[in-house]
């Protein structure tokens, strides 16, 4: 069901790759609520993924850029105030990609160029992203910039590895620059921490299906879905939350204020079994 949220509006997705994706489902619901859009990710992605077909789908361009590189964001903010006809309303950051998660690199074994690789992709992204803007003074006043993270930027999670740096420091930079472009140009910018959902870059997290489990266990109303982290995001992007800004606001079935939940505590009663989790000298593996 339509509510025309986002009459009018216009704003950049970065990230969609395939259904699975949440920028895709926050695309989709975008449009449905009256925006017009354009589209962007990397090169690559563009090519292995299914963005052209969202593309197709949403009548929208999509824009090929690596977020980590200032000149390609610049063309993506340009060429979208060109497309969409003025400045910008909203703005979706969903970008995250660890090579050590990739290469099973545990978080006591770190391969620091790969470390400094998915702090750029997956949070200084989002700070080049949003300078870019600024700096072409692309953002509508009282636009709004959302940038998707995990409760892992708070909390230990097994496996979550190196992308818990990256989300704590996406996290601070949503804060730091929403001061800044909040005074300079009424921008707000939020996170918002959603829930283990299973897109492509959440399965490779390790254990995700034990987490995902865990998650919706734990949580009252039980684990949000994409579709339902798009609904709410298009809140985020509307005028209704105009004054909300610098915040990292859960969307996860209410997991982040439960110490421990009654259907948790039941997987306990089954047993556990450490030594799935040792490693071929017989230690076990806690990263």
Same mark, same amino acid.
């Given at each position: ?76 903010? /340009? ?11 909203? =703005? *979706?950051? +969903? @970008?995250?990609? #660890? ?56 909390? /230990? ?11 704590? =420091? *996406?996290? +601070? @930079?949503?804060? #730091? ?20 959902t299973m897109t492509t870059a959440g399965s490779g997290v390790k254990g995700i299906d034990k987490l995902f489990d865990f998650a919706d266990r734990m949580s009252p109303l039980g684990n949000a879905s994409a579709e339902e982290c798009a609904d709410y995001c298009i809140t985020l992007f ?50």
């Amino acid at each position: 069901m339509s509510y025309n949220l986002l009459k009018g509006k216009r704003g950049i997705v970065f990230g969609a790759l395939n259904e699975q994706s949440i920028a895709w489902k926050i695309a989709e619901r975008a449009v449905e609520e009256g925006a017009t859009i354009t589209l962007s990710n990397t090169p690559v992605a563009v090519r292995m993924g299914d963005i052209s077909t969202l593309g197709d789908k949403l009548h929208c361009e999509v824009i090929p850029a690596d977020a980590t590189n200032v000149e390609e964001l610049t063309n993506v903010f /340009t060429r979208s105030m060109d497309i969409l006809g003025g400045k910008i309303d909203f =703005l *979706l950051h +969903s @970008i995250g990609m #660890s090579p050590n998660v990739r290469k099973r690199r545990t978080y006591d074994d770190l391969d620091y160029d790969m470390l400094n690789k998915t702090l750029d992709i997956s949070a200084i992204s989002f700070h080049k992203m949003i300078q870019v803007a600024k700096n072409l003074d692309a953002m509508a006043e009282y636009g709004s910039i959302v940038a998707l993270t995990y409760v892992a930027a708070q909390r /230990t999670f097994y496996g979550y590895n190196d992308m818990a740096d990256a989300k704590a =420091l *996406l996290e +601070s @930079i949503a804060r #730091s620059f929403g001061y800044i472009y909040g005074r300079d140009h009424s921008v707000r910018i939020n996170t918002l921490s959603q829930s283990p959902t299973m897109t492509t870059a959440g399965s490779g997290v390790k254990g995700i299906d034990k987490l995902f489990d865990f998650a919706d266990r734990m949580s009252p109303l039980g684990n949000a879905s994409a579709e339902e982290c798009a609904d709410y995001c298009i809140t985020l992007f509307s005028d209704l939350t105009r004054k909300v800004t610098m915040q990292n606001l859960y969307h996860d079935g209410g997991f982040s204020s439960i110490g421990m939940s009654l259907r948790a505590m039941g997987m306990y009663e089954k047993g556990f079994n450490l030594d799935d989790y040792k490693n071929e000298a017989g230690n076990v593996v806690y990263g």
